[in-house]
């Protein structure tokens, strides 16, 4: 990315299925010169951990609830790290960080459902409703559920 705040992130979401296979294939081929941001749904996490693999070239955000997580953000190590933040989304479901450039800001969400339930959307209207945003947002997710 380069230092103009007016230029795009460059995101990519990618389901990861809890498997060390895909979420290897992910970080080991995705080129940090060509994301700024990786939103990753149901990653693999080390058993009886709350950590998952990753490159130096990003930095790991992961969900806050309790369990393990089910979202996590990775964001590119060319980001100065003074420009985001992590949201306090108490969920394991939701990773949530806020960028501020000098000309805009964005919310940006990793967000997982488990399939036949609303847990997400519950978790995320209830910090919605007592955090209203400041700023734009972008939900990267797997939502598994038909919205309408």
């Known amino acids: 990315m380069t230092e103009s705040p007016l230029t795009p992130l460059r995101t990519?979401?990618?389901n990861c299925r809890r498997s060390r296979t895909v979420m290897s294939a992910l970080i080991n081929t995705t080129d940090p010169a060509d994301y700024d941001i990786i939103c990753i749904t149901e990653p693999f996490i080390y058993s009886g951990h709350r950590f998952t693999m990753?490159?130096?070239?990003?930095v790991s955000f992961y969900a806050r609830g309790t369990g393990r997580p089910r979202s996590l953000i990775l964001v590119n190590k060319n980001i100065k790290s003074d420009s985001y933040r992590?949201?306090?989304v108490d969920s394991r479901n939701v990773t949530s960080l806020i960028f501020k450039f000098p000309?805009?800001?964005l919310q940006i969400c990793s967000i997982y459902n488990e399939p036949g339930t609303n847990e997400h959307y519950d978790e995320l209207s209830r910090h919605?409703?007592?955090?209203p945003p400041e700023h734009p947002m972008l939900w990267h997710g797997d939502f598994n559920k038909r919205v309408y």
Not at 54 to 58: D, G, L
Not at 128 to 131: A, G, I, P, S, V
Request: glycine fraction near 0%; hydrophobic fraction near 45%; charged fraction near 5%.
């Open 128 to 131: 919605l409703f007592l955090n």
């Open 103 to 105: 000309q805009v800001s």
């Open 86 to 88: 992590q949201a306090k």
């Open 12 to 14: 990519l979401h990618q």
């Open 54 to 58: 990753a490159t130096p070239s990003w």
